[in-house]
C-alpha cells in the first residue's frame, strides 16, 4: 500500500513538471539499494554528423537547437534515500554543430522500484523527472516532460534491460503534436563475478509519434560497450545468507554507437564512469 501511494505521488509530479534526461546513451538499471550515493559522468563524441539537408526541415543556420551534436558531457549526482526510491541531479553540457561548448539544462530525475531483481528473473522500475533549459539555451528549447518503464529480464549471466520513455514539450516552440518517443536497451553478459560485462547497446528517438515520418529521417544507432566494475565483492556468513559489504565501487565504459540513418552521426564514442558508495 505504501509502495502504491507513492507511485501515485511520484507519477502526479512527474506530470506536472518536465522531461527527465535518459541522457545521451545512457542506460538506467532498475535495482535500488538504500543509502547509496552514485556519482556519474558521461561523454559522448559524436563524427561524422548528418548534414542539414538530410533532415526534414531542420537548417542548421536558423535552427541551432535543432542541430546534430559535436559532444555531449553529462555530470549527474544519485541518491536513494529508501530500498525503493532514487533521485538525481544532472548538469547537461553540449556542443551542437556551428555552436560553442555550453551549458544545455539541468535535469532532476526520480524513480520508483517496484520489483527487485534477486538474481535470474524480472526486474521492474518507472522513471521520471524534469528537464529545464538554462542560459541561452530557453531561447531555442522547451521544458519538457516524460516517464516510462525500466525493465530488467535476467538469466544465465545474461541480461536484457529496457529503458523506453515516452515524453511531451512543453512551450511554444516546438511543433510536436504528439507524444515524443525516447529508447534505450542493452543486451549483455556478465562475467568474473559481474565485474567485467560486454554489452550490445541500442539508443534512437521519435521526436513525434504524431508525425514520425519515414525511418531514415529519425535517429537510431547500436554498438558494442564493455563496463568493467573496481572494488565490486561479496562476503558470505555461512552458508544460510550472502552479506553484501557493499564496498566502494568504480565502474568504467567505452562503447561505440553506429548511426542506422541518414539523421543520426555516422559513429559516435561513449564514455562512462561511476563512483558509488554508501
Do not use: C
Not at 502526479?12 to 556519474?40: C, K, Y
Not at 542539414?52 to 549526482?77: H, Y
Amino acid at each position: 500500500m505504501l509502495r502504491a501511494t507513492f507511485l501515485i505521488v511520484v507519477v502526479l509530479v512527474v506530470a506536472g513538471s518536465m522531461r527527465p534526461a535518459l541522457a545521451e546513451f545512457e542506460i538506467q538499471e532498475s535495482t535500488i539499494d538504500h543509502g547509496e550515493t552514485q556519482l556519474q559522468y558521461r561523454g559522448a563524441w559524436h563524427r561524422g554528423l548528418p548534414a542539414s539537408g538530410a533532415i526534414d526541415g531542420i537548417d542548421l543556420s536558423t535552427d541551432p537547437g535543432d542541430a546534430p551534436l559535436k559532444q555531449s558531457q553529462d555530470f549527474e549526482i544519485q541518491y536513494s534515500p529508501t530500498t525503493f526510491w532514487l533521485v538525481a541531479l544532472t548538469h547537461v553540457f553540449d556542443e551542437p554543430a556551428g555552436e560553442h561548448f555550453r551549458l544545455n539544462s539541468i535535469e532532476f530525475e526520480s524513480q520508483f522500484e517496484l520489483i527487485t531483481r534477486e538474481g535470474d528473473g524480472l526486474g521492474l522500475a518507472v522513471q521520471g523527472g524534469t528537464e529545464q533549459p538554462v542560459l541561452e539555451v530557453r531561447e531555442e528549447a522547451d521544458p519538457e516532460v516524460a516517464v516510462g518503464p525500466i525493465v530488467e529480464l535476467s538469466k544465465w549471466n545474461y541480461t536484457l534491460v529496457l529503458n523506453p520513455l515516452f515524453f511531451k514539450e512543453i512551450g511554444d516552440k516546438n511543433e510536436q503534436e504528439g507524444f515524443g518517443f525516447d529508447y534505450g536497451w542493452q543486451w549483455r553478459k556478465e562475467l568474473f563475478g559481474e565485474r567485467l560485462w560486454l554489452a550490445v547497446e541500442m539508443f534512437g528517438e521519435i521526436e513525434d509519434m504524431a508525425n514520425a515520418g519515414p525511418f531514415d529521417l529519425q535517429q537510431h544507432s547500436i554498438g558494442p560497450a564493455f563496463y568493467y566494475t573496481f572494488g565490486k565483492e561479496d562476503d558470505f556468513d555461512g552458508e544460510l545468507y550472502e552479506v553484501d559489504r557493499k564496498s566502494k565501487e568504480l565502474t568504467v565504459s567505452a562503447g561505440l554507437q553506429f548511426g542506422l540513418t541518414k539523421a543520426t552521426s555516422d559513429v559516435a564514442l561513449k564514455i562512462f564512469i561511476g563512483y558509488e558508495f554508501d
